[in-house]
């Protein structure tokens, strides 16, 4: 019948539409580039790869090898918070010697455990 030719049609295009959302790929970025020269002709290597869903919260980490070879790493994460780093060996060290690992800062304006908890979900 035609009420069932419909149904069946409207279940196909669900079960795709289904698909194309389960298929999506959690990979916004991910960019390597090797041998790179600087526009003083220093070589450089960089990389870059972000996760998580584009406008909500994503978490990242990008790289570069500085012309003596040391590799720096920067991990971040984006969201309603801002832009954190939460790991990084780029970052110098405050006078105790403590590094950037994302608890940083007063994230919503008032320096509570909230904002400990909000960053390790």
Do not use: C
Not at 7 to 35: C, E, H, Q, S, W
Not at 42 to 55: I, N, P, T, W, Y
Not at 81 to 96: F, H, K, M, Q, T
């Amino acid at each position: 019948t035609t009420t069932t030719s419909i149904m069946k049609y409207i279940l196909v295009i669900a079960l795709g539409l289904v698909a194309v959302v389960v298929a999506r790929p959690n990979t916004i970025l991910d960019i390597a580039v090797v041998d790179a020269e600087t526009r003083d002709g220093a070589d450089v290597d960089l990389a870059h790869v972000q996760e998580g869903e584009a406008g909500t919260a994503v978490t990242g980490e990008y790289s570069w090898e500085s012309p003596e070879g040391i590799t720096f790493v920067v991990k971040y994460i984006a969201d309603e918070l801002g832009y954190r780093v939460v790991e990084s060996n780029a970052i110098p060290a405050d006078s105790d010697g403590v590094r950037s690992d994302g608890t940083q800062g007063d994230l919503d304006g008032d320096s509570t455990e909230d904002d400990i908890d909000s960053i390790e979900t």
